[in-house]
């Protein structure tokens, strides 16, 4: 049989101590919280308008710059393939 000496017994409550402390505070307390329909379709709502006006910003800051370039790189090349008729 294993005598436990006074170190460590002092050693086990101090683990079980930690043990019972970190699972007191990973467990959910109830809020005793409502969200009524109401505002719960308003939050949905401004999460997608949010989504979308981000989106939009990109949209608006990269895709038309970038098109607006690549539409004027191909008429370039079309305007320097036709021949001047005056020649």
């Given at each position: 049989?294993?005598?436990?000496?006074?170190?460590?017994?002092?050693?086990?409550?101090?683990?079980?101590?930690?043990?019972?402390?970190?699972?007191?505070?990973?467990?959910?307390?109830?809020?005793?919280?409502?969200?009524?329909?109401?505002?719960?379709?308003?939050?949905?709502?401004?999460?997608?308008?949010?989504?979308?006006?981000v989106?939009?910003?990109?949209?608006?800051?990269?895709?038309?710059?970038?098109?607006?370039?690549l539409?004027?790189?191909?008429?370039?090349?079309?305007?320097?393939?036709?021949?001047?008729?005056?020649?």
């Amino acid at each position: 049989m294993k005598v436990l000496t006074e170190d460590r017994i002092r050693h086990i409550r101090t683990v079980s101590l930690l043990y019972v402390g970190a699972l007191l505070l990973v467990l959910p307390n109830p809020a005793f919280a409502y969200i009524g329909p109401g505002a719960g379709l308003g939050a949905i709502a401004v999460t997608i308008a949010v989504i979308l006006g981000v989106l939009f910003l990109v949209v608006g800051l990269v895709w038309f710059p970038l098109k607006r370039m690549l539409k004027g790189r191909k008429a370039g090349v079309k305007d320097s393939n036709e021949l001047d008729p005056t020649q």
